[in-house]
């Protein structure tokens, strides 16, 4: 059993559930690189490969740049009332921000900041 000090507190888990859209698609691009190696054994890559290839990198682009709405913004949550909590250490100033009328966190990543984990998501 793990120590509960070493478990992934929940706005751990939600940074990482925000960044897995990006995840998965950079292990597209992954498996699309490795079709081109195996392709040299079938007298080289097809344009079919090269077009995987090219959908794979433009998902990465997509999920990079996606933003999603926390859904607890609808349960009446006002942005100017968030107060900042910590601060999640991914290295770009991003805060962990809670509602005080509802008590949800967020994760609040800084895009303009270069971070690639744009992707909010309530906890």
Known sequence: MIPAELEPTPVDLAAIDAEW????????????????FYADDRGGPSPLDWRRLRRAEA??????????RPPWHADGCVSHRLAVVG????????EIV?????GGEQVLHQTADGCRASLPRAV
């Open 98 to 102: 809670r509602c005080p009328g509802c």
């Open 87 to 94: 601060r999640t250490g991914c290295g770009f100033g991003c």
């Open 21 to 36: 859209p990006l995840i998965a698609a950079e292990l597209d691009v992954l498996d699309a690189e490795i079709s081109l």
């Open 59 to 68: 998902r990465v682009t997509r999920a990079a740049t996606m933003v999603v």
